[in-house]
Each structure stands twice: as C-alpha cells, then as structure tokens.
C-alpha cells in the first residue's frame, strides 16, 4: 500500500484563525514532508522530518508550525496566514533518509487552503 | 547549482501517437532523477526513477525514460498515448538530504 493520507480536503480560513491539516502514512517510512504548490507550478519544499525530527526547514515563516507526533503523523499547524498563502498543501513520505536523494516519495492528495 | 529544466510548457500529441516529454539535469555527481504525473486537484504520483544502471527505466502506466549522460537528459517517453494520460508531468531531481527540486512542468494534451 502506497498511500499517504491528507485531511481536510479543502480548508478555508480568515486570517485571525487558527487551524491544523493532518498527514498520515502507514508504509514505515521513516522521512515525511510538507510541499506547498500554487496552481500549475512545481510544488516548493517547506518542511523535512527524518525520524521524526525536523531536519530541514526551508526558511519558512512561523505562521507555519510542523509537528510530527510519530512516525506515522505529521501536523501542520497554521496561524495568521495571509491571502498569498493560498494554495494546495501536500503531505508526503519517502523509505529512506539517506544521503543523495535516492528515495522516491509519495504523496497525499492534498489541503486545498483558501485564505480569506 | 542543482537543477533539473523541463523546456515545454506543453506537449500536444495524438491519441495511438508515441509522446515525449523532455527534461535535462544539471547536477554535480550521480544524478538521482524522477518523473512524476499530476491529475488536477491531486497528488503527485510517482512514475519512475534512475539512480543508477540500465540507461533505460520502465515506470508505471506503460512510461519509460531514458537517461543519456552525454546529453544530461532524462526524457520520458510511452509507445502509445492514451487521452487518459493527459495531465501535468514534473521532472525532479533528488539531492542532498532527502531534498528534492523540482521542474517547472509540462502539461500533457492526448487528443482523440
């Protein structure tokens, strides 16, 4: 089974609102991550977890709070998110942490977020 | 930098037809290289990957792509298009720790 799975599907928010989307796996992958994609672009990295520690942050702002309650979990906490920050918010795992970037991931189908 | 380039915006090609879709890599040492598709309001899903050996990769749903070093190209490719496959493929490289980077896309038209 290959699946990563994602709630909600879609999400709208104001922007003094506190929200969280959720991510889970049950492949025993050891490597989770948070992509945001805006409409016809390549999704960006914003969040690596390796065993469950966060090992990568791409500069993202603190409106944006992951969190990884076990290998299986991974929580996106938002917080007084702006208009820009509307888009498709994908969850997904990879096998293995090791070095080059070898391991294929896989991805959850995604948290339309509308920020009004 | 690492880099992967997708030169298409778009590639329209005929149902029965063999398509292509292009990407080249700039990468320091082994490249580690993926093709992925997209349906709207989905996922990515994962087709195939090279990370090392056989020039030529079979993937999911009938893909393929082939990996030329002279060249730094890793085109996908499938004998036959169906309408079905019409969607939006990204190229990827991966790097570093777990760190992937993307292409820009290119969006796949299968006319009947």
Redesign the interface.
């Known amino acids: 089974d290959?699946e990563?799975t994602?709630t909600p599907k879609h999400l709208v928010m104001g922007m003094t609102n506190k929200k969280s989307l959720k991510c889970e796996q049950h492949m025993g992958h050891r490597?989770m991550?948070w992509y945001k994609q805006k409409a016809?672009?390549?999704?960006e990295?914003m969040f690596?977890y390796?065993y469950e520690k966060l090992?990568?942050n791409e500069s993202v702002p603190s409106r944006f709070s992951p969190e990884c309650p076990n290998s299986s979990l991974l929580n996106l906490h938002l917080h007084a998110l702006q208009p820009e920050d509307s888009a498709?918010y994908?969850c997904?795992s990879?096998q293995?942490?090791?070095?080059?970037?070898?391991?294929?991931?896989?991805?959850?189908?995604?948290t339309?977020l509308t920020v009004t | 930098a690492q880099s992967v380039a997708q030169p298409e915006d778009q590639v329209n090609v005929a149902e029965g037809n063999p398509l292509t879709v292009k990407c080249t890599y700039s990468v320091s040492?082994?490249p580690?290289l993926?093709w992925?598709v997209q349906y709207p309001?989905?996922?990515?899903?994962?087709l195939l990957?090279y990370?090392t050996g056989d020039n030529l990769v079979k993937g999911s749903y009938g893909f393929e792509a082939e990996f030329n070093k002279s060249q730094t190209s890793f085109h996908l490719k499938k004998p036959s298009a169906l309408v079905s496959d019409s969607a939006?493929y990204?190229c990827a490289?991966?790097?570093?720790?777990?760190?992937?980077y993307?292409?820009?896309?290119t969006?796949l038209n299968v006319k009947p």
Not at chain 1, 40 to 43: G, L, M, N, Q
Not at chain 2, 93 to 100: A, D, T
């Open positions: 290959t990563v994602q490597a991550y016809k672009k390549p999704p990295l690596v390796s090992s990568i498709l994908l997904a990879s293995g942490v090791g070095q080059g970037g070898s391991y294929e991931q896989y991805f959850g189908p995604g339309r | 040492g082994n580690y993926f992925y309001n989905r996922g990515l899903q994962f990957k990370i939006l990204f490289g991966g790097y570093g720790f777990n760190k992937f993307f292409g820009s896309g969006k």
